[in-house]
């Protein structure tokens, strides 16, 4: 499994909004311009008749912990994390905000069975047994969780064994520990059908759990290999809808995409998994978790946090704590939300709530700000004067006459609840802060940067006042207004800002921040803010130049970092080989891994790019792969799909006037497996 690192993407090169920002309202598409599979759906599938709800087991998504995301098989993974999770659920109030399942994954096994068939915890790790860690668990008012595979050994290479051919014997012994909850996966299946497979243990749970009076839930984990949303109804109460997540932005993105259209398939008793939580562990950033968390929710999928919470900070407890998240993913009404638009990485989703109301993530899945919209009545509310829009990350109310918007940051995720609410015109009005195009600016230069508040309520916004501040060292002035008394309904406070980086700064990304405030008519104060990206870059040289040898602006790559000069190598950084394309060894160029995206500044000064493209020959015949070159938004050259067999292409690309040059590798559309890409003597002309 190839994942995608995309630890610089967020660097990416800003695009220009400043048109729009300051001289349109509303983006807001007709329903009809939409694509008809992204309207939402309402239908039920008749294969997704909630059977499992009948036992009234997880008639609300499960909520709980697994420590598989945050310690694999390590030696951590032991009774004392499982005992310091339980404590934390309670003494950090999580159990109380709903978290109730504490699960061990694999690896708390022996190897082997003893002599009359039965499993052995580790005896390390867990020195007086599972069932001890199960009392403990129940002593705090919290269940407990396990995991086996569907197979003859579970996934961990060390071989421990799975409960193919034992169902009846496990199951029994899952239940007389006072287990709550089997994840049950899919590992060494030795080709028995799934099917067969998870019905039996489902039904071997169902006679144990009758001898106890302990209902166990029961998780399939088969990946979504034979598509269990079809038939698991009335196996299983959540089934793994996708490979495994791990811990960063392309990972999650991708598991997002996959479980959206399924949405049809959720309901009480029987939930889309896709897979657990990696809030906390350190490979996104905390906006990139906001929307992780916000995602998962508005998908009423099941929040397992995949995290040590005895090492997690502050913002890790306020994400995966929010209680207004969490609301939205524990929704009595069991709707999975559905995609209403997607065009151009703007996400809109929405979901049916039992109140009426309607969760709506507006996801922002590029590297720039961009404003996503949409309105009261595409959501499905009634027709009303003026609706309650309440931001659940800020935990603030606000009126909106029937827009519903927002500039959501790079990766960020703004989540509304928006219901229609008499009482709407008592909130402050919402207001929209945008920011335009991200400038590039050279080191002491000046460049302009331009902000708008909009007020898209029903009631007049007054006070106004908008702020733009930035590093130490960056002076930032302006001779527009940046304050206004009253700004009525549909009025906005624009103000263009000249921003000149520090004489000594190096050549980078940066971060200005603005910042508005106004009040209501009763006086309640808003607040809000957003990033806007600045970049310091240096001009290209005149004549010829390995891109190599040039400073990128970003680097997005499908696995480990793009390098310079070799080949993409394997994960880590510096680990490529000579780059080699049909037999033939290139000394330049970039070796990158789908999908990726590498970005140069060009500033107008470069006529063309040119290079010898194809798949390295260190992955053998493995890889398909397609080159693209983009001269800012447009698409100037592109190979179509080759694979090793191809010979290396020489390629040519106008990019005259262009501000920036992206390089993009894609899949060739199918997976992105031994997708490794070369630039061969890769070089601008300026
Ligand atoms: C599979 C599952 C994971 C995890 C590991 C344990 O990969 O999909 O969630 O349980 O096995 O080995």
């Given at each position: 499994m190839?994942h995608r690192?995309?630890r610089?993407a967020?660097?990416?090169?800003i695009?220009?909004?400043?048109?729009a920002?300051l001289?349109t309202?509303?983006l807001?598409l007709?329903a009809?311009?939409?694509p008809?599979?992204?309207?939402?759906?309402?239908a039920?599938?008749?294969a997704?008749?909630?059977a499992a709800?009948?036992?009234?087991?997880a008639?609300?998504?499960?909520?709980?912990?697994?420590?598989?995301?945050s310690?694999?098989?390590?030696a951590?993974?032991?009774?004392?994390?499982?005992?310091?999770?339980?404590?934390i659920?309670v003494?950090?109030?999580?159990?109380d905000?709903?978290?109730?399942?504490v699960?061990l994954?694999d690896?708390?096994?022996?190897?082997?069975?003893?002599a009359?068939g039965?499993?052995?915890?580790d005896?390390?790790?867990?020195p007086k047994g599972i069932?001890?860690?199960a009392?403990?668990?129940?002593s705090k008012?919290?269940k407990?969780?396990?995991?086996?595979?569907?197979?003859?050994k579970t996934?961990?290479?060390?071989?421990?064994p799975?409960?193919l051919?034992h169902?009846?014997?496990?199951?029994?012994?899952f239940?007389d520990?006072?287990?709550d909850?089997?994840?049950y996966?899919?590992c060494?299946?030795?080709?028995v059908?799934a099917?067969q497979?998870?019905r039996t243990?489902?039904?071997?749970?169902?006679a144990?759990?009758?001898?106890?009076?302990?209902?166990?839930?029961?998780?399939?984990c088969e990946w979504?290999?034979?598509k269990?949303?079809?038939?698991a109804?009335?196996?299983?109460q959540?089934w793994r809808t996708?490979g495994?997540i791990?811990?960063s932005?392309g990972?999650?993105?991708?598991i997002?995409k996959?479980?959206?259209?399924?949405?049809?398939y959720?309901?009480p008793g029987?939930?889309?998994?896709?897979?657990?939580?990696?809030?906390?562990?350190?490979?996104m950033t905390?906006?990139?978790?906001?929307?992780?968390f916000?995602l998962w929710s508005?998908?009423a999928a099941p929040?397992?946090?995949?995290?040590?919470?005895?090492?997690a900070?502050a913002k890790?407890f306020?994400i995966l704590?929010?209680r207004?998240v969490?609301a939205?993913?524990?929704?009595?009404?069991g709707?999975?939300g559905?995609?209403?638009?997607?065009e151009?990485g703007?996400?809109?989703?929405?979901?049916?709530?039992?109140?009426?109301?309607?969760?709506?993530?507006?996801?922002n899945?590029?590297?720039r700000?961009?404003?996503?919209a949409?309105?009261?009545a595409?959501?499905?509310?009634?027709q009303?004067?003026g609706y309650r829009?309440?931001d659940?990350?800020r935990?603030?109310d606000?009126n909106?006459?029937?827009?519903?918007?927002?500039?959501?940051p790079?990766?960020?995720?703004?989540l509304?609840r928006?219901s229609a609410d008499r009482r709407?015109?008592s909130y402050p009005?919402?207001?929209?802060?945008?920011?335009?195009?991200?400038?590039?600016?050279?080191?002491?230069?000046?460049?302009p940067?331009?902000?708008?508040?909009?007020n898209?309520?029903?009631?007049?916004?007054?006070q106004?006042?908008v702020?733009?501040?930035?590093?130490?060292?960056?002076?930032?002035?302006?001779s527009?207004?940046?304050?206004?008394a009253?700004?009525?309904?549909?009025?906005?406070?624009?103000?263009?800002?000249?921003?000149?980086?520090?004489?000594d700064v190096?050549?980078?990304?940066?971060e200005l921040?603005?910042?508005?405030?106004?009040r209501?008519?009763?006086?309640?104060?808003?607040?809000?803010?957003l990033?806007?990206?600045?970049?310091?870059?240096?001009?290209?040289?005149s004549g010829?130049?390995y891109?190599?040898d040039?400073?990128?602006?970003?680097?997005?790559n499908g696995?480990?970092?793009?390098?310079?000069?070799?080949?993409?190598?394997?994960?880590?950084?510096?680990?490529?080989h000579?780059?080699t394309l049909?037999?033939?060894?290139h000394?330049?160029?970039?070796?990158v891994?789908a999908?990726?995206e590498?970005?140069y500044y060009t500033?107008?000064?470069?006529?063309?790019?040119?290079a010898?493209?194809?798949v390295?020959?260190?992955e053998?015949?493995?890889?398909?792969v397609?080159?693209?070159?983009w001269?800012d938004d447009?698409?100037?050259?592109?190979?179509g799909?080759?694979?090793n067999?191809?010979p290396a292409?020489?390629?040519?690309?106008?990019v005259?006037?262009?501000?920036t040059v992206?390089?993009?590798?894609?899949?060739?559309?199918?997976d992105?497996?031994?997708?490794?890409g070369?630039?061969?003597?890769?070089?601008?002309?300026?």
């Open positions: 190839r690192s995309l610089t967020r660097h990416r090169v695009g220009g909004l400043a048109a920002l001289g309202a509303g807001t007709p009809a311009a939409q008809a599979a992204a309207r939402p759906t309402t039920e599938p008749a997704a008749a909630p709800a009948k036992d009234g087991l008639l609300t998504p499960p909520m709980g912990f697994n420590n598989w995301n310690t694999h098989c390590r951590d993974f032991n009774e004392a994390m499982v005992k310091g999770i339980a404590d659920f003494s950090k109030g999580l159990k905000a709903g978290y109730t399942y699960n994954d690896c708390w096994a022996r190897p082997q069975r003893d009359n039965k499993l052995v915890p005896p390390v790790r867990f069932k001890a860690v009392d403990y668990v129940h008012g919290l407990i969780g396990i995991y086996t595979s569907a197979g003859t996934c961990n290479t060390a071989g421990f799975g409960a051919g169902e009846r014997s496990d199951a029994q012994q239940a520990w006072g287990i909850y089997l994840k996966d899919n060494n299946n030795q080709g059908d099917k497979r998870y243990m489902r039904d071997a749970l169902k144990a759990s009758e001898t106890t009076g302990r209902p166990i839930v029961y998780s399939i979504g290999q034979n269990p949303w079809e038939w109804a009335d196996v299983g959540l996708t495994d791990s811990d932005w990972s999650m993105l991708s997002t996959k479980n959206l259209p399924l949405a049809p959720a309901g029987h939930w889309n998994d896709p897979d657990m939580l990696e809030v906390g562990n350190g490979g905390d906006t990139e978790y906001r929307s992780h916000s508005v998908m929040l397992l946090i995949g995290t040590d919470l005895r090492k900070d890790t306020e704590g929010n207004e969490i939205v993913d524990q929704d009595p009404l709707k999975q559905t995609v209403l638009s997607s151009g703007r996400w809109v989703i929405s979901k049916e709530m039992a109140d009426g109301s309607r969760a709506v993530a507006l996801f899945e590029t590297e700000p961009q404003r996503i949409t309105t009261a595409r959501l499905g509310l009634p009303a004067d829009l309440r659940l990350w935990n603030q606000q909106t006459s029937g827009s519903v918007a927002a500039t959501v790079a990766h960020g995720t703004v509304y928006v709407w015109a009005p919402a207001a929209e802060l945008g920011a335009g195009a991200a400038p590039f600016t050279e080191a002491g230069a000046t460049a940067v331009e902000t708008a508040l909009r898209f309520g029903g009631t007049a916004a007054h106004a006042r702020e733009l501040t930035g590093p130490d060292g960056w002076r930032i002035r302006t527009w207004p940046t304050r206004a009253t700004l009525p309904t549909g009025s906005r406070l624009a103000t263009r800002w000249q921003v000149t980086a520090p004489k190096k050549p980078g990304a940066y921040t603005v910042r508005a405030d106004y209501s008519a009763r006086g309640d104060k808003v607040g809000t803010e990033p806007v990206p600045v970049h310091v870059v240096v001009a290209p040289p010829a130049s891109a190599s040039l400073p990128w602006l970003s680097a997005a696995w480990g970092p793009a390098e310079k000069d070799t080949s993409v190598g394997e994960n880590a950084a510096g680990d490529g000579p780059i049909d037999g033939t060894v000394a330049k160029g970039l070796g891994h999908p990726s590498v970005t500033g107008g000064h470069c006529t063309a790019f040119t010898k493209v194809g390295d020959d260190e053998g015949t493995a890889g398909t397609a080159f693209e070159v001269a447009t698409k100037v050259l592109s190979t799909t080759l694979t067999a191809d292409k020489a390629i040519s690309a106008a005259d006037g262009a501000t992206r390089l993009v590798v894609t899949d060739g559309g199918d992105v497996t031994s997708d490794h070369d630039w061969a003597d890769a070089a601008f002309s300026c």
